[in-house]
């Protein structure tokens, strides 16, 4: 069973885990936020691979759709992260995670 | 629709006030009073009335409806009279603020008594709760007093909300109020009881939730502390007597011996602490608490008479109550004290002030001829019937108690020498005089025919008295 | 046993009247009091003496027997449901009302005088109609919801006027303790009701006395226990007498018709209503007789070692009143009320007697201090020495025939020793009146004397006035203090002549449907045998009375001897057998402590304190929550890993086979 994918649907899966790890990874590891949020947008899209994929094989184009929907959601998310970003650096005039912690409880 | 004016007339009258000059004090007076009275002229008239309008249909029916029930109406008109009294009395700083307060919480508390959907009334349970923090925040001296009255009330607000939506939920609708009692049945009734008979409890109070009780009387503006010992004190109860009674009888029922320990608990408890108060507005607080166990103890005794006598009581006990703290309230701003230790001898100067601190007090007390006799004695009447002798004894010494602390209160005051180190001001101005002479002629009224108030059908309210439903 | 209905259904506009003339009194003089001024003690008297004719034009209507039913019964109004509240004039009823609107009216008439010149001198008057009118109430209620209102209504006007010197501490004090105690005599009444309704479903006497029987021997007994209690309370029997000696607080006139003629009565009155249900209980009457010879016997006993004028007649009143229990208490209805009758004369006649000297001496109470009065008051002399003969029992004088009926009564119903008590009694009584009559009228004036040479130490305590008064210029009474007492000397002397003639005086025939069910059986010692017994030891305490403070060298030496009487007082005596100190210590401070207790230590600390553990866990939670909001975002998105890893974790391993 391989609907309309060219290749089998296993493929997919792990090349969407390994984006994935990649994306936690680089949020981890990362102390710099713009990197950190460029590893985000790597997880979103393992999962946009994912949707897309199983899209495909089901036939359903929900997820199609889904996946711009995500997309759309990723661009905002990125564009306000940036501007906290920018409010951050203008503050505290550097952008370092670990040295940001006004939420402090 | 003449209900719905009834209960938004208030807040929307309190708003508009704001458009007055900040320092027109007799013209938010004036205009306070006015929708007071003009609150109790409609609810004459709207005593068979209700409105209602679909609110929520899902996940249960719920509806903005409103109308008297048989017991509300009273409440409602003690609220307006109360209400009248305290914007009258009022001789606080931030006059405009205080008096929009004042119709805010008549406002919130209309709704709750005349609320026929449970949802509504959980509702304007909460919303009762602003005003008073307000009022305490703005105008007590102690902030922990004010929070300690919104974090006891709020939590009782929380657990009624609960337990209404899972009443919601196992009868498909909370528009239930005043109409034919079905008992719930299910897993989830013990948890309901519990939900609402906490928060009730609370509101009342009832010995061992009663600590907020005597710093918020204490603390509270006089005007606003007689509203809310007066009336708010009554939600819970008439909570009881509305949802508890009607819709989970047999919870009453099986726990009944419990809440009557609590009930005679308090009842003693509040008059022996009353006794060695020595803060004026202390003495009353506690006295309430003790009157109030006695009320909760003639609901849960589910007799005929006793729960006549409940609804005579607590129409008498919120106008002697609010006389009280009206009457405590010119005390304390002629002399600057409460203590009974620094009073004294105010008799001779202000012979209008002791005569109406006299008649609150004897009606208090329980003296024959005033509505709180009547009350007292039928409550006192079902509750031996119902076969709880030892609390019907147990309330006859509490009478007794309630005559020593009561005069000690009055007599602390008024009688004895002459302080030369009090200020003594001016007697009882007729404005002042105006605010408390309705309580007390309603109370004189009630007191030589409580007939109007015995007429009230009790059969909805013991519907389970066979046991079975 | 035949039970007659209670009173003829009506309308009876003079009984109306009669009862609701003095509440419009009082209204009017609490309203128009500054308006009225001196005005209002005439209104007011007015008023009562109105109030009196109207009882006489009701003679005929409340002694009339139509089918089985005597006396008036006039339906008012439903007070609540099935209590419907009603006046009933009977017999019974017509006697207090006479009594309470008659002397009432005297007194009233008295006390323009006496109060002549007080600031509040309408909001007397205003006191004195209100209690009048609800005195009135008690008596002609037809149920006893209506009895306790009055009786409770009564207790407040015996509040407001023993307190109506209200910047006195003593009196304040005084008004207190009196209203306290009453309200423990309504609790038991209010208990009684209870349990009536309970067993017979209505309240009203005439219901009640017929079904007698539904309540059961038990219930009967406690029902009677708790009407006594309200008796007792409000009559000042003992264990409940000590406020009665406080309240002669009150101005002299309210002494003398509250808490001589009338009030204090109302238990008489209470236990010859309830005849029906006291006759049915061998053991309440048991019960109420012994109390009521106990208090005659202590009141006299007291009576003699007291120094203060209007307490000695306090101590008689209590005294006299415990003759009167013990007469209805064992069944001797018509002796009980004919002692009401003539003691309300004599009694309230010593009071006003007493009141004359009190006016004339500025304020002075202590009779040691007085003295040698005789030639400087001859009409006061008189007035004492007239109604001093009628409460000793003296033959002729009223309270000689009324005494010997209630001790007569006491052994034709099987109680001897109640009967040796009421002659030993009557012995005493003769004495202590005695000596308060020779210290007050003979000798020579003490008021100019030094009180510690009388052996007072502290005079502020004992009633002394502070400025003794002048013996020449006495402050004397005019005859609107005066008519009043000349005219309560005829029913002193001679009332007592309606009770001659035994089963065939006008008394007994007044009284012949009313307590026709009880009759006396025939004692051992005969009635006439009796009255030598009593009147032998009545001389033996006037002799004792004369040897000790009217013989020539009595009278000269009278300072010393009364300094070593004051000196020598056991204070078992003085403190009154510790009554006062004993009530004070078992309930008054047990509910002071348990107060203190429940506002100081358990609201504070166990109930605050358990929340304030409450308090502390949540602050606990919190701080456990707060370990996590380290601000770090790494950190927090190492946690959100960890709970990702978690769950897929557990739905690898367990969700599988889902």
Known sequence: MSGALSAPIANYVALSGILFFLGVTGVLLRRNPLIMLMSI????????????????????????????????????????????????????????????????? | MAVLVLVLLPAVAGALLFLLPRDDVRASKTIGALVALATIVLAVFTRHQQFSATWLTRPFVSNLHFGATSISWWIVLLLGIATFGAILATNVSRTRSFIALLLFLEASMLGLFLARDLLLFALCWDLMLIPVFLGLIHWGSHPATAWRYFIYNFAGGLLLLLATAAFGLSVGTTDVIGGTGVALVGPWVPWIFAGFAIAFLVKTPVWPLHTWMPLTYADTPAPMISVVAGVQSKAGLYGFITIGMVFLPEMMRAYAGLFITLGIISLLYGAVASLVQTDAKRVVAYSSLSHLGLILVAIFSFNPIALVGALIYIVAHGLFSAALF????????????RSLVRLGGLGAANPRLTGALCIAVLAALGLPGLAGFAGELLMLIGIFAAGFAWAAILGLVAVVLASAYFLRLFQGMMNGPVRPDLPMRRDLTWIEALAVVPLLLALLVLGVNPHPLTTFNTAPYLQSSGGGR | MVHHVMGVPGFYPWLLALWLLPLLGAIVCFAFGPQLRRVAGAFASAIVGASFLFAVICWGVGTQTVGGALGAHQVLFSWLPGFDFGLLLDPLSLVWALVITGVGCLIHIYSIGYLEGDRA?????????????????????????????????????????????????????????????????????????????????????????????????????????????????????????????????????????????????????????????????????????????????????LGMVQWDIKRILAYSTMSQIGYMIMGVGIGAYEGGVAHFLTQAFFKAQLFLGAGLIIHALSNEQDVRRMGGLAKKMPFAFWAMLTAVLAISGIPGFSGFFSKDLIIYGTLANGHPWLYAVGILTAGITAYYMFRLFFITFFGTYRGDVDPSSLGI??????????????????????????????????????????????????????????????????????????????????????????????????????????????????????????????????????????????????????????????????????????????????????LLVAGAACFIAYYALAGGAR
């Open chain 2, 326 to 337: 009206l009457g405590l309230g010119y005390v304390e701003e002629r002399e600057e004290t």
């Open chain 3, 457 to 638: 130490r502290h005079p502020e305590l004992a009633g002394v006035a502070s400025a003794h008064a002048d013996a020449e210029h006495l402050h004397m009474s005019g005859w609107v203090m005066n008519v009043p007492v000349a005219i309560l000397m005829v029913p002193t002397v001679f009332s007592g002549w309606l009770l001659f003639g035994g089963t065939h005086s006008p008394w007994a025939r007044f009284f012949v449907s009313q307590f026709a069910q009880i009759r006396l059986p025939a004692a051992p010692i005969s009635e006439g045998l009796t009255s030598v017994l009593t009147f032998v030891l009545v001389l033996a305490g006037i002799t004792v009375a004369y040897l000790r403070y009217a013989t020539p060298s009595a009278q000269r030496n009278a300072v010393e001897r009364l300094r070593r009487e004051t000196v020598g007082m056991p204070p078992v005596l003085s403190n009154a057998f510790y009554f006062d100190a004993a009530l004070d210590a078992l309930f008054v401070r047990t509910s002071q402590w348990l107060g203190y207790l429940a506002a100081r230590y358990v609201d504070p600390l166990v109930i605050d304190g358990g929340v304030r553990e409450v308090v502390i866990s949540t602050q606990w939670l919190g701080a456990l929550a707060r370990a996590f909001q380290s601000g770090l975002v790494r950190a927090y998105a190492v």
């Open chain 3, 121 to 301: 001198f309408a909001r007397f008057f205003a006191y004195m109609n209100f209690f009048i009118f609800a005195m009135l109430t008690l008596v002609l209620s037809d149920n006893f919801v209506g009895l306790l209102v009055g009786w409770a209504l009564v207790g407040l006007a015996s509040y407001f006027l023993i307190g109506y010197w209200f910047d006195r501490p003593s009196a304040v004090a005084a008004a207190r303790k009196a209203f306290v105690i009453n309200v423990v005599g309504d609790v038991g009444i209010m208990f009684a009701i209870i349990l009536i309704y309970s067993r017979i479903g209505s309240l009203s006497f005439g219901d009640v006395f017929a079904n007698v029987d539904k309540l059961g021997t038990a219930t009967l007994l406690a029902v009677l226990v708790c009407l006594f209690l309200g008796a007792a309370a409000k009559s000042a029997q003992v264990p409940l007498h000590t406020w009665l000696p406080d309240a002669m607080e009150g101005p002299t006139p309210v002494s003398a018709l509250i808490h001589a003629a009338t009030m204090v009565t109302a238990g008489v009155y209470l236990i010859a209503r309830c005849a029906p249900l006291w006759s049915a209980s061998k053991d309440a009457q048991l019960l109420v007789g012994t109390i009521g010879g106990l208090t005659a016997l202590l009141g006299a006993v």
């Open chain 1, 41 to 105: 947008e790597l997880m979103f899209n393992a999962a946009n691979l994912l949707l897309v994929a199983f899209a495909r094989l089901w036939t359903q184009n929900v997820g199609q759709i889904f996946a711009f929907l995500s997309i759309t959601v990723a661009a905002a998310e990125a564009a306000i992260g940036l501007a906290i970003v920018v409010v951050v650096f203008r503050s505290a005039r550097h952008v370092d995670v670990d040295e940001t912690n006004l939420m402090k409880g």
